[in-house]
């Protein structure tokens, strides 16, 4: 009987559910300190995850957790790229 695959979960940012890793929005720091959206989910630095719901979108923006998740100053146009990317939907 083969074991059962474990399905990594990650806890979003904005609202602190937890939930499936490939059902969140990843945003990462790398080493040079650029932050922007992992499509993939593998690329190198340092991780945030959001949920896909225009509620924690909203919630990033407002109290800037991103700020706070990288301790960095998070410049608005990546607020503004994580808006427009998502907050569509």
Do not use: H, W
């Not at 059962?4 to 940012?13: G, H, S, W």
């Not at 990462?28 to 949920?51: M, P, T, W």
């Not at 919630?59 to 800037?64: E, I, N, P, Q």
């Amino acid at each position: 009987m083969p074991a059962e695959k474990k399905i990594p979960m990650r806890t979003c940012i904005a609202c602190r559910q937890e939930k499936p890793k490939r059902d969140m929005l990843r945003i990462v720091k790398n080493a040079q300190g650029e932050i922007g959206i992992d499509f993939s989910g593998k690329a190198a630095g340092r991780g945030a995850y959001i949920c896909d719901s225009a509620d924690c979108i909203k919630r990033l923006r407002k109290y800037r957790l991103l700020n706070k998740a990288f301790s960095a100053d998070v410049p608005e146009e990546v607020y503004r790229g994580i808006e427009e990317e998502y907050g569509a939907k």
